[in-house]
């Protein structure tokens, strides 16, 4: 497993799925088939691609394609295009496989549930559809595999290529651009008591008074989008002065100075502007502001299971070690002794302070049902097997580091698509490929 991480039980980076997972209708089509003859057409590393699979995959291509654009490339372009894809393909499987990339049984049966989501029926029924065009699930299950193991080759790969320093971060946040993507988003309530440009002093005080009349009961517990419906000359007036979701970099400056000054729930002060008076609502927001999270410390051991280890023999193994920390022995040094996760075992399994979403999904649910000071029973996730205890827990405000890794996210974002068209030239020209088209 690629480590993106100290700890092996970090996730790899989430990624969209391959076009394959998601169109039910095109993987229906290049399915394998009984075949008279077959013949390799092309020799990859220690593997091969077989005409059938070209001839599969390019039959539903054309299909595909003949929906969408009248007049198709000629047979020996569409050939090349189709067999330069399978070999990619190959090299990537290759490479996962070198990576020790698996994909457990859950996670198959979740693209499933997506695919039968996306066409909308049930998982009988995709079931049932796989039969009438003479498929069945397990290759529909293998071929899902496939396409996780490269997506999950590819995003961990490439995001492990591009670097992203504190200096690219200092000078994004610093940027225009920057500001505009970490900005928090206002959702904003307006109400507009309109003064005519023609309007006199006498008409502009009354017009000043009514404002200030609206933000008094406003404050003493009046409903602003009543007030607003039966107020306000804005465009909104009739949705309750409500304006949606802005940041504040959308708003016009003299609104975006008096929202800055607004928590959740707040109004301002009549001010004007050339239109009139204004009084704007900050009805919620969505970044921004103290950013609470509850870290956790904890440390773990874990055992893999293998063809010497079954999960029996490995769930007893650790209750036998549980029970010998509940009698008083050190865990760090039966973390050290035991604990198979080499990113931790050397500091007694100690896996520091983490934030929700770091580690697995399993082991995230243990630790949030452990006590501080407790062991937890055995448990498995997609590494094995763990025991763990919960040192502390801590609420830290977090409001700079995720505005920090929401920079860093978005560089890294942009720069996903240039590298990964790196590495998969950089992959193909290293890798042995005789074509015997």
Do not use: C
């Not at 990624?15 to 998601?22: E, I, P, Q, R, V």
């Not at 997506?114 to 065009?133: F, G, H, T």
């Not at 320093?165 to 994004?172: K, L």
């Not at 025991?387 to 929401?406: A, H, P, W």
């Amino acid at each position: 497993m690629i480590n993106v991480m100290k700890s092996g039980l970090v996730k790899l980076g989430k990624g969209m799925l391959l076009g394959s997972l998601l169109v039910y209708a095109g993987w229906l089509q290049a399915q394998p088939r009984t075949v008279e003859l077959d013949r390799v057409v092309a020799i990859v590393d220690d593997d091969v691609v077989l005409e059938s699979e070209l001839n599969e995959r390019k039959a539903s291509i054309m299909e595909r394609l003949q929906g969408q654009y009248q007049q198709l490339p000629p047979e020996d372009v569409l050939n090349k295009q189709i067999l330069e894809q399978l070999i990619v393909e190959r090299i990537e499987l290759g490479l996962a496989k070198r990576y020790d990339i698996s994909i457990d049984e859950a996670e198959i049966d979740q693209a499933i549930a997506r695919i039968a989501q996306k066409n909308q029926v049930s998982a009988a029924a995709l079931e049932a559809d796989l039969k009438r065009q003479g498929l069945d699930m397990s290759g529909l299950r293998e071929q899902l595999r496939k396409d996780l193991t490269i997506n999950q080759l590819q995003q961990g790969v490439v995001n492990s290529r591009i670097k992203i320093s504190e200096q690219d971060i200092d000078n994004f946040l610093a940027s225009s651009d920057g500001k505009y993507a970490t900005s928090p988003d206002y959702h904003i309530g307006h109400i507009l008591i309109s003064v005519s440009s023609s309007a006199d002093a006498e008409m502009v005080e009354q017009a000043e008074n009514q404002a200030n009349d609206i933000y008094k009961k406003l404050q003493g517990g009046a409903d602003f989008a009543q007030m607003a419906i039966s107020y306000s000359k804005d465009q909104a007036a009739l949705q309750g002065g409500d304006i949606g979701w802005r940041k504040l970099a959308q708003l016009p400056e003299l609104f975006g100075n008096e929202m800055m000054k607004l928590s959740p729930g707040q109004v301002s002060k009549p001010f004007r502007s050339g239109a009139g008076f204004h009084i704007l609502k900050n009805i919620e927001q969505r970044g921004g502001g103290a950013q609470m999270v509850e870290q956790t410390h904890a440390r773990h051991i874990l055992v893999k299971t293998s063809e010497i280890m079954d999960d029996r023999q490995a769930r007893e193994k650790l209750l036998g070690l549980r029970e010998r920390i509940l009698k008083g022995e050190d865990f760090a040094k039966l973390a050290r002794e035991n604990s198979e996760d080499t990113g931790s075992m050397l500091s007694g399994g100690d896996l520091g302070w983490s934030t929700p979403g770091m580690f697995v999904p399993a082991f995230e649910e243990a630790m949030a049902q452990t006590g501080i000071g407790d062991i937890s029973r055995p448990f498995k996730s997609q590494f094995g097997w763990h025991i763990l205890q919960v040192l502390e827990r801590r609420q830290t405000d977090m409001s700079d580091r995720m505005k920090r890794n929401q920079a860093a996210n978005v560089l890294r974002s942009r720069r996903f698509d240039e590298e990964f068209q790196l590495w998969l030239t950089q992959i193909r020209e290293e890798a042995y490929v005789e074509i015997k088209l």
